[in-house]
């Protein structure tokens, strides 16, 4: 199919590791830059505070 563009059966299946390498290890890696990051916690702590503001915790609790 691909063969006109030069694109061999070797090329499809290192694509295909490349891309499992990158959704396994690629995007778990990624996740745990951003859980990590000042951005995101601040976030996190920012929307807590809007939650405690309108009394959202106090129902949850009772």
Same mark, same amino acid.
């Given at each position: 199919? /691909?063969?006109?563009?030069?694109?061999?059966? !070797? !090329?499809?299946?290192? &694509?295909?590791?490349?891309? /499992?390498? &990158?959704?396994?290890?690629?995007?778990?890696?990624?996740?745990?830059?951003?859980?990590?990051?000042?951005?995101?916690?601040?976030? &996190?702590?920012?929307?807590?505070?809007?939650?405690?503001?309108?009394?959202?915790?106090?129902? &949850?609790?009772?």
């Amino acid at each position: 199919m /691909y063969a006109e563009w030069g694109i061999t059966s !070797d !090329d499809n299946q290192k &694509l295909a590791k490349e891309k /499992y390498c &990158l959704i396994t290890k690629g995007f778990g890696s990624f996740l745990t830059v951003v859980s990590q990051s000042e951005e995101f916690k601040s976030s &996190l702590e920012q929307i807590s505070r809007a939650y405690q503001d309108v009394g959202v915790s106090s129902r &949850l609790e009772g």
